[in-house]
């Protein structure tokens, strides 16, 4: 059976054994992946649409009685899988820490304020263009015990599903020009730096909104149909 | 031509934005299939072991399954579903004890390739903290005849297969147990790339 996924993309994602994110050593297989046929069972994924959100819950600032504290943003950009093609109506959910650095989790303890206000969940759709956005508050950077003085960078996490259960991504956008990126290995768990700058939003004048908010843009890329041109250029036909 | 988004972890505080316990909308259920959906009704539950042997409490199962005929809800399938309210998709984070369960219908035998068939097979994705993409594996039904014959299964190791099979709870009618050790020795789960 001939794939219908590309598998050459595969390469830009982090290994599963990173040793500097210590989580991985004991979360992370010993035994190799076994390589299977994408049969009926990948190619198809779950379907959800604009039936299944709420326009309200792209607006990360409005969920509340008043307004989160911190720097407004705007955040927008496109779905396209690797062939450059829009992915449209499918779902994107995001969650964050608040402008402080501080999770509404119960797990996040750390001495930063919560803020009434925010909890830090939204989702969207992408329209039949690819396009989303987001409004919501900068989240901030915070420390976690990884390594002595250990902290992420600033982040929105991210989680998009595509057209198939081969598709699905859960991954973390950054903002541009972080001064701890070289210090976070789950960053740097990607290898190839071209992929980590993929990660990485970039700031937008153009959607930048006068007296209101910063603009940043962060386009996505799923995986897409095999034969694309970045794959034929590192792999022949193995079929 | 564009390059892919990297993975990155879906990390600890994924409850936030994906499984509603912080008071957002939950759009995912571990609920696949209400009692009125036609088939075979079952639950899956297990737990999730790292390679300390120690419980997950802080990871999310998502499960993606064909309906009682075999027959997934997606333009690809796009034979006639039993039910149009099923979706096949069902999401849990685990427990504080590291469990996990769905409550869904046994899925039929689905095509597979080259005009083979394959076993009753639910597909599931594994994330979390300390996990930077996701894992992937199948839940089969141990004692199913068309295990025997199923060419995914024909894949892996034989003396590996026996990690990919729930069993029945002999306690609990229709409840099938399926625990995964995301790292171990001979009993690691199999995880796929496909």
């Known amino acids: 059976m001939t794939d219908v996924y590309s598998r050459a993309g595969n390469a830009a994602d982090p290994p599963s054994l990173s040793p500097d994110y210590v989580g991985t050593r004991t979360r992370s297989p010993k035994q190799p992946l076994v390589i299977i046929p994408q049969t009926l069972s990948e190619i198809t994924g779950p379907v959800y649409g604009h039936s299944d959100v709420s326009p309200e819950e792209a607006d990360l600032t409005r969920q509340h009685a008043g307004e989160p504290l911190g720097e407004r943003i705007i955040v927008k950009g496109r779905v396209l899988d690797e062939a450059g093609r829009p992915v449209p109506n499918t779902l994107i ?63 929105i996490h991210y989680s998009l599903f595509g057209p198939s259960f081969l598709t699905r991504l859960v991954t973390q956008m950054y903002f541009p020009g972080d001064p701890l990126f070289p210090y976070d290995p789950i960053f740097n768990s990607v290898t190839d730096p071209k992929a980590r700058e993929r990660m990485v939003s970039r700031f937008d004048i153009e959607t930048t909104r006068p007296d209101w908010a910063l603009g940043y843009i962060f386009d996505f890329v799923l995986r897409g149909p095999k034969g694309t041109p970045m794959e034929n250029r590192d792999f022949t036909d193995q079929d | 031509m564009p390059g892919r988004t990297p993975s990155q972890t879906v990390g600890p505080f994924l409850h936030i934005g994906l499984t509603g316990q912080y008071g957002f909308r939950e759009v995912f259920h571990a609920t696949v299939a209400d009692p009125g959906m036609p088939g075979s009704h079952i639950r899956i539950e297990g737990r999730l072991i790292d390679g300390n042997g120690n419980i997950m409490p802080d990871a999310m199962v998502e499960i993606w399954q064909a309906d009682s005929q075999g027959r997934y809800p997606h333009p690809a399938d796009g034979r006639p579903l039993a039910s149009n309210s099923f979706r096949g998709f069902g999401r849990c984070a685990t427990a504080k004890d590291g469990g996990y369960a769905f409550a869904t219908v046994k899925p039929g035998s689905v095509p597979g390739p080259d005009g083979s068939t394959q076993a009753p097979h639910i597909n599931v994705g594994i994330f979390a903290r300390g996990m930077l993409k996701r894992l992937f594996t199948r839940i089969y039904f141990a004692g199913d005849p068309a295990n025997a014959s199923d060419p995914i299964l024909a894949l892996v190791p034989p003396d590996r297969r026996d990690t990919l099979m729930a069993k029945p709870d002999p306690n609990s009618p229709n409840v099938w147990r399926f625990d995964i050790r995301v790292q171990g020795g001979a009993d690691e789960t199999v995880f796929f790339d496909a």
């Open chain 1, 93 to 155: 959910e995001i969650w964050q820490c608040n402008a402080a650095g501080r999770y509404i989790h119960v797990v996040d303890q750390h001495p930063a304020p919560l803020d009434p206000n925010f909890t830090g969940a939204g989702r969207v759709v992408t329209d039949a263009d690819g396009n989303y956005q987001f409004v919501t508050i900068k989240p901030g950077a915070y420390p976690w015990g990884n390594h002595p003085n250990a902290w992420r960078p600033a982040h």
